[in-house]
Structures are given as structure tokens and as C-alpha cells.
């Protein structure tokens, strides 16, 4: 007899060496059996074995077996369909009375004994009777699901587990197995390889004779814990790449808060537009207000404003300095392009030039699933003799196509400092529509000549959000998903790096 009857888990390596030493050569399914043992703990057991230095061999094999489904356990205890209507049939009972009484075993049962001759149905009286038309029955089914439960499923005749499998009572598995032999350092005990070198070894000289666990410098190792990119950073890193590729220059915009003079005065926008309104605009309340302009440049947009001028006829109305002093967190990096043409204007002689900038900009906006109070403008700018509207709309599409954007629409739009105007829209594939991406235009000579720019240069430019053609290109369909409190920070860490 096996000295393995019953086992844990703690000593089941043990009692497997101690069978490959009696048997030599034993397999995991015959172990199970030996040990009483579920067969996925004797894999378990196989496998923490593997991990000592050639104690043992195991090569897997795969097998297949037949094994018992539910239902098929069921009727390995409790008989066939067919035999349990037959002991239900006694003396005589009514069908419905049997029906009821066999459960979900009665219509199968039923009609399985009236096909073996088992029972009849006696419809003489008016109600239809089942009786028994044999007095004993063999329950061969049963017999041979619990050979089949024993493991003796192959010696079953093919017809009979046809008609089984056929029935739901049996199924076929696949089955990975080991074979298991003595390997070169074979021992009936186990000892513990030391993974570390102590202070305690080291003094006590334990060291000396200590069995070390080998280095594996195969493994992974963790990863080591550290800061992670936010994809809107990797687009940014992306859209400036690609300005400075196309020859621009980046313009510094270090500085959240302006005043309104740049911020709409500077860009030919009327002191009463809507848009600066408190509800569309967030106003610093200390300082309130700055007193830093170029007072001739300030003068003549003054002008500009109220009586025309450049073959302008202005808007009329009392322009005051005190509304263009109001500090405010800027609304656009426009601001930042209008003192970048000012400065442009002072130099002697024109130069053309192309600006840039991605940077934050605010506006009191009611959040949604495209729009924040707090997002970043991407904003180009080329000043040049004689640009037409061709020419914007050719820097566009080659722009948005090295962004791998390449399905644009262009709308007709208004602007107060750009004629003729023009929204950008692309498809979102997320979203299933076109979604504004953009705006662009050429600036008005209202907005350039009293800068003191030649009268024959032009200026396009165009501007566009990056949360925007971030969330396309993840096809995020929220932007909360992206920024704010809301953001997975796993998602930041997964996200690829962002080849546009």
C-alpha cells in the first residue's frame, strides 16, 4: 500500500518525491488519486518542485478524457431519466400526477421508458394512466456514468457515449498532465533555497555552507515608480515639433494675465462685444487695472475705434481708456500675436515672419463634454507682402495633414479682427460628427495699420484648442476623461507616445 493516503498543501511536494521514489515514474492524474487531491494542487505542487535545481523531471503531455457534465452527475446518484418515471410509476399514476412528481427528470424519463418498453399508457379509463409493462428494469445509464466518474470513460462502447454525449450527461476534455521522474539532484527532502545574504550568516559564518537560490537575470524586475506624460503634453511636444519644422517661431506667453487693450482692444474688438462680459470672461479684482501702454499706439487704436480710419469708418462710439485698463486672464494667445506684430512694426525695414505659441488661456465657460473654463490654444501666425485667403487655407490642410488630420471642413464665420474668417472643422470618429477644431482668418487692416504696419502686408492666422484634437486622436469622447479630477491616471500611464 501508498504511504500517501491523505495530504495539505504544505506537505504535498514531499509526499509526491516520496512516490516517485517508490513508483520511479508517476503521473499527476495517478497522484491525484493517490493523494486524495484536487488534480490543479498537484500541478500547483509540481510546479514548486520545478523551481528546486533538478530534483525533478516533469513533462507535460496532454490527454483526453471523458468526465461527467451536471446533469450527469445527478444521474451517476440518483438513477437514468428513464428509471426514475419508472419507480415513480408504481401501481399505476395519472400522467400529469407524474409529470409533476419526476420534475425536470419527467418529460426526457418519459419519453425515454416508452421507448425501452418500460412503462405504457393506459388511455381505457378516460384519464390516461401510466403503468408498468415490465416488473424490473436494469439502469445500464447509471452503470456506466459512474464508471465514467471512476475514470473508466474510455472502456465505455462508442454508441453508448455517443447517446450520452448526445443527452448532455458526458463531455470529452482535453487535459494537460505530467510524468514525473527522478532528476539528477533527486532527494526525498526538501531544502530551502536562501534567497539573501544576512547580517546574521555573515557573523555566524552560516554563509559558508548556506544552499543560495541562483540569480535569474532574465526577470523583469519592478518597474521602477516615476512621473508619467499626460497625453495632452505629448500632442503639445507633437504640434510644436511640427511648428518649428515649418519654420516657426515660438513667441513668449508667460503671462496668464493681460490687459484689455491687448487682450480686444489691440485686436479691433469693440469695448461693448459680448464677449467682454463678465459672463464670458474672468476679471482680476487686484490689481484691477494697469496703466502700462504705448500711449501713441494706444491713441491711434483709440481713433480706429471711434471716428475710422485706413479706409475704415470704425464703430463710433466713445472709446475709453479706462475699460482697455481692466486686467483680465486672457481670453486668447491672440493677445500675444498682437504685441508680437506691434514689436514687428517698430523695426526699420519688414521682415516676414512666422509665430507660434501653445499656451492656457481662460474663459468662463459652462463645462461639458467639449468645452473647459480652463484650456490650451495652439495659434499660428504668418506675416507677409500680399497673402490671400489661398494661402491660409493651403497652410492649413498642410498643418492639420502632419497632424494625421486630414478630413477638414471650412465654414464662412465672423471675427471683429479678421476678414474673411473661417471655423475649422474635422471629423471625430468617437463622436461620429464634425466637431469644431479651429478658427482662422486674415486680420483686419483696422488691426494692423495703426501698429504701423506696411499697408500691403497681410496677416493669417488660425487658432485651435489641443484638448480638441487630443480627444480625437485617443478618441476620448469627454473631456473630463482627459482633464480635471476625473482623468484615470492608469490611462496616463498606459498611453502610448503620441506619433502623429
Given at each position: 500500500d501508498s504511504l500517501l493516503q491523505e495530504s495539505t498543501m504544505s506537505d504535498i511536494p514531499e509526499k509526491i518525491l516520496l512516490e516517485i521514489e517508490k513508483s520511479g515514474k508517476v503521473s499527476s492524474p495517478d497522484l491525484a488519486k493517490l493523494l486524495s487531491s484536487d488534480h490543479q494542487k498537484?500541478?500547483?505542487?509540481?510546479?514548486?518542485?520545478?523551481?528546486?535545481?533538478?530534483?525533478?523531471?516533469?513533462?507535460?503531455?496532454?490527454?483526453?478524457?471523458?468526465?461527467?457534465?451536471?446533469?450527469?452527475?445527478?444521474?451517476?446518484?440518483?438513477?437514468?431519466?428513464?428509471?426514475?418515471?419508472?419507480?415513480?410509476?408504481?401501481?399505476?399514476?395519472?400522467?400529469?400526477?407524474?409529470?409533476?412528481?419526476?420534475g425536470s427528470m419527467g418529460k426526457v424519463g418519459f419519453s425515454k421508458a416508452m421507448s425501452a418498453g418500460w412503462i405504457v399508457l393506459d388511455k381505457s379509463g378516460g384519464k390516461p394512466v401510466v403503468k408498468r409493462k415490465v416488473g424490473e428494469i436494469e439502469d445500464v445509464i447509471k452503470k456506466h456514468l459512474v464508471e465514467v466518474k471512476n475514470g473508466a470513460g474510455d472502456n465505455l462502447p462508442e454508441r453508448e457515449r455517443g447517446e450520452y454525449k448526445k443527452r448532455k450527461l458526458v463531455q470529452e476534455v482535453t487535459e494537460k498532465i505530467y510524468i514525473l521522474n527522478k532528476g539528477p539532484n533527486f532527494s526525498t527532502t526538501i531544502s530551502k533555497a536562501e534567497t539573501e545574504l544576512t547580517p546574521e550568516m555573515i557573523s555566524s559564518g552560516a554563509w559558508k555552507?548556506?544552499?543560495?537560490?541562483?540569480?535569474?537575470?532574465?526577470?523583469?524586475?519592478?518597474?521602477?515608480?516615476?512621473?508619467?506624460?499626460?497625453?495632452?503634453?505629448?500632442?503639445?511636444?507633437?504640434?510644436r515639433q511640427i511648428f518649428l519644422e515649418m519654420?516657426?517661431?515660438?513667441?513668449?506667453?508667460?503671462?496668464?494675465?493681460?490687459?484689455?487693450?491687448w487682450n480686444f482692444d489691440a485686436?479691433?474688438?469693440?469695448?461693448?462685444?459680448?464677449?467682454?462680459?463678465?459672463?464670458?470672461?474672468?476679471?482680476?479684482?487686484?490689481?484691477?487695472?494697469t496703466t502700462i501702454f504705448p500711449e501713441e499706439y494706444l491713441e491711434r487704436v483709440r481713433k480706429i475705434h471711434s471716428e475710422g480710419g485706413f479706409g475704415s469708418q470704425g464703430y463710433g462710439y466713445d472709446w475709453k481708456k479706462q475699460e482697455a485698463s481692466k486686467n483680465?486672464?486672457?481670453?486668447?494667445?491672440?493677445?500675444?500675436?498682437?504685441?508680437?506684430?506691434?514689436?514687428?512694426?517698430?523695426?526699420?525695414?519688414?521682415?516676414?515672419?512666422?509665430?507660434?505659441?501653445?499656451?492656457?488661456?481662460?474663459?468662463?465657460?459652462?463645462?461639458?463634454?467639449?468645452?473647459?473654463?480652463?484650456?490650451?490654444?495652439?495659434?499660428?501666425?504668418?506675416?507677409?507682402?500680399?497673402?490671400?485667403l489661398g494661402d491660409l487655407?493651403?497652410?492649413?490642410?498642410?498643418?492639420?495633414?502632419?497632424?494625421?488630420?486630414e478630413k477638414l471642413r471650412f465654414k464662412p464665420a465672423?471675427?471683429?479682427?479678421?476678414?474673411?474668417?473661417?471655423?475649422i472643422f474635422s471629423y471625430h470618429e468617437g463622436l461620429a460628427k464634425w466637431v469644431e477644431i479651429g478658427n482662422s482668418g486674415i486680420f483686419r487692416p483696422e488691426m494692423l495699420l495703426p501698429m504701423g504696419l506696411p499697408e500691403d502686408v497681410k496677416v493669417i492666422a488660425w487658432g485651435l484648442s489641443l484638448e480638441r484634437p487630443t480627444m480625437i486622436k485617443y478618441k476620448i469622447d469627454n473631456i473630463r476623461d482627459l482633464v480635471g479630477h476625473k482623468v484615470d491616471l492608469n490611462m496616463v500611464q498606459r498611453n502610448p507616445l503620441c506619433r502623429i
Open positions: 498537484i500541478v500547483g505542487a509540481i510546479k514548486s518542485l520545478q523551481c528546486l535545481e533538478d530534483m525533478i523531471t516533469a513533462e507535460m503531455e496532454s490527454v483526453k478524457r471523458w468526465e461527467l457534465t451536471k446533469e450527469g452527475e445527478m444521474v451517476a446518484e440518483k438513477g437514468s431519466h428513464e428509471a426514475v418515471v419508472w419507480g415513480l410509476v408504481g401501481e399505476g399514476i395519472g400522467q400529469p400526477d407524474l409529470m409533476k412528481a419526476a555552507t548556506a544552499n543560495f537560490k541562483p540569480y535569474n537575470f532574465d526577470a523583469l524586475g519592478i518597474s521602477p515608480p516615476g512621473g508619467h506624460l499626460h497625453p495632452l503634453l505629448k500632442v503639445r511636444a507633437e504640434y519654420g516657426f517661431t515660438e513667441m513668449p506667453t508667460n503671462n496668464y494675465v493681460e490687459s484689455s487693450f485686436l479691433f474688438q469693440p469695448q461693448q462685444h459680448p464677449a467682454r462680459d463678465a459672463h464670458d470672461t474672468f476679471f482680476i479684482s487686484d490689481p484691477a487695472e483680465l486672464l486672457r481670453t486668447h494667445t491672440t493677445a500675444v500675436s498682437a504685441r508680437m506684430l506691434y514689436k514687428l512694426a517698430q523695426q526699420k525695414e519688414f521682415s516676414p515672419q512666422k509665430y507660434f505659441s501653445i499656451d492656457r488661456v481662460f474663459r468662463n465657460e459652462t463645462l461639458d463634454a467639449t468645452h473647459l473654463a480652463e484650456f490650451h490654444q495652439i495659434e499660428g501666425v504668418i506675416a507677409d507682402k500680399d497673402l490671400t487655407i493651403g497652410v492649413l490642410y498642410q498643418f492639420f495633414q502632419k497632424l494625421g488630420i465672423y471675427n471683429p479682427y479678421t476678414e474673411p474668417s473661417m471655423e
